[in-house]
């Protein structure tokens, strides 16, 4: 059994599996002994083109002796125009880079409230957001949602959130009050246990939020970016939101995120009321729209769907063998959560044994739910591989 790793000089803000990962390649990790581990991982779903993908490395190699940083006191085209191409592709009108998935939070957070503000509504500053939540660890992210250990001892937390059930209509319409500003929802909750949110609940509350003139957020950090095999998911269930966050497989690795809204909504952004040092620097932009290159070509979200259609027909497959360890396969595109039975600890173990035998898998946040987030370049001998390992853990268990 691998033992977590305690001497270091590290704070422990992460348990870590034992394993020293020095090189990437593909859908494979490789340690210091050059052992290869099948990465169903991706650091947690971001490194969505697998491990030094070669155009990422082309783009980035070029920008590394052209340009880094320039700032956001003058003008960047490369923020330009991989501004203009997530406009073009999506329901936004504008853009705010960043560099993680809380940043693009906290922008949307601001936003929102700006907004109303700026509107002569200073009132509406609430934000309702849902239960298994995850929108990140700043103090407004661990306000907004998250579990409890996110949030003991951090107190006290920001004022203004309301968290209410996931797929609940009514308590949703009953937490709307005068002071409402937006609803912030993972269309997909991830950390949560890998939960698709109903269509038909989400549909219900975006013309909820229409009527009580309540801004729409989505999340889509995790579940966006082609994760689901499409490049959002709110695209594939056809619920258009008013601002959206995302980050993890934008940059597949490269610090990046990004906050996108309509013109009217952005508006109330103006110099000085926000920004971010880092943000949209050249060298992530480079590597943004290399991202978007890979993503957007041809077929590409269409073998996403392919693979993803096979491994979850594989993991049901493996359900049906062990239907006393597993109770659930559940999942969108690549973003797929495995519910287990058992003693508490269980994921845990898995994940562990699993990693020795060459397998990297997650566990979300808390509960008994193994996420299985490969990179979108996978093969289906990649997740034959993965599957064979699985079931062998699942065997020795
Ligand atoms: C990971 C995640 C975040 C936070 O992103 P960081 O880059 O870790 O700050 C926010 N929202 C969701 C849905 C996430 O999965």
């Known amino acids: 059994m691998l033992q977590p790793v305690l001497h270091t000089h590290l704070m422990q803000t ?17 340690d210091e002994d050059q052992r290869p581990y099948l990465d169903f991982a991706s650091g947690v779903a971001v490194t969505a083109l697998g491990h030094c993908h070669p155009a990422l490395v082309e783009a980035a190699q070029e920008q590394l002796h052209t340009l880094w940083h320039c700032g956001n006191g003058v003008v960047n085209p490369l923020q330009e125009s991989l501004a203009e191409r997530l406009a073009s592709l999506t329901f936004a009108d504008q853009v705010f880079f960043c560099s993680s998935g809380l940043e693009a939070v906290e922008a949307a957070i601001k ?24 929108h990140g660890r700043s103090m407004a992210c661990i306000s907004a949602g998250g579990n409890a250990i996110a949030r003991e001892g951090f107190g006290p937390l920001l004022e203004g959130f309301e968290t209410v059930s996931p797929n609940d209509l009514s308590a949703l319409k009953a937490a709307i009050t005068p002071k409402t500003a937006a609803i912030l929802l993972e269309p997909v909750q991830a950390e949560g246990g890998v939960h698709l949110l109903d269509i038909d609940y989400l549909k219900a509350v975006r013309e909820l939020a229409t009527q009580h003139g309540i801004l729409l957020c989505f999340d889509e950090v995790q579940c966006g970016y082609g994760r689901t095999a499409q490049l959002f998911r709110y695209q594939q269930i056809d619920v258009v939101p008013d601002l959206l ?19 009217e909504i952005a508006s109330a952004f103006t110099p000085g009321t ?7 620097n050249p060298l992530a932009m480079r590597i943004g729209h290399a991202v978007l290159d890979v993503m957007l070509a041809e077929g590409f979200f269409k073998r996403v769907e392919a693979v993803s259609a096979y491994a979850l027909e594989q993991l049901r497959w493996l359900q049906q063998t062990y239907p006393h360890y597993i109770t659930d396969i559940r999942g969108a595109g690549l973003l797929i959560g495995v519910e287990l039975n058992g003693p508490t600890g269980i994921a845990g173990r898995i994940v562990q044994e699993a990693a020795h035998q060459g397998l990297l898998i997650t566990r979300a946040a808390g509960g008994r739910v193994l996420r299985l987030v490969p990179p979108l370049i996978i093969t289906r001998k990649e997740v034959d591989e993965a599957l064979a390992i699985l079931t062998t853990v699942l065997k020795e268990l």
């Open 14 to 30: 992460h348990s870590r599996l034992p394993l020293r990962i020095t090189r990437g390649e593909g859908a494979y990790l490789y």
């Open 245 to 263: 966050t995302c980050a993890k497989g934008i940059g597949s690795g490269f610090p990046l995120a990004a906050l996108l809204a309509t013109a």
């Open 111 to 134: 936003l929102v409230r700006k907004y109303h503000y700026d509107r002569g509504a200073p009132e509406r500053t609430d934000i309702i957001t849902l239960e298994r939540g995850f």
């Open 274 to 280: 926000h920004g971010s040092t880092y943000g949209g």
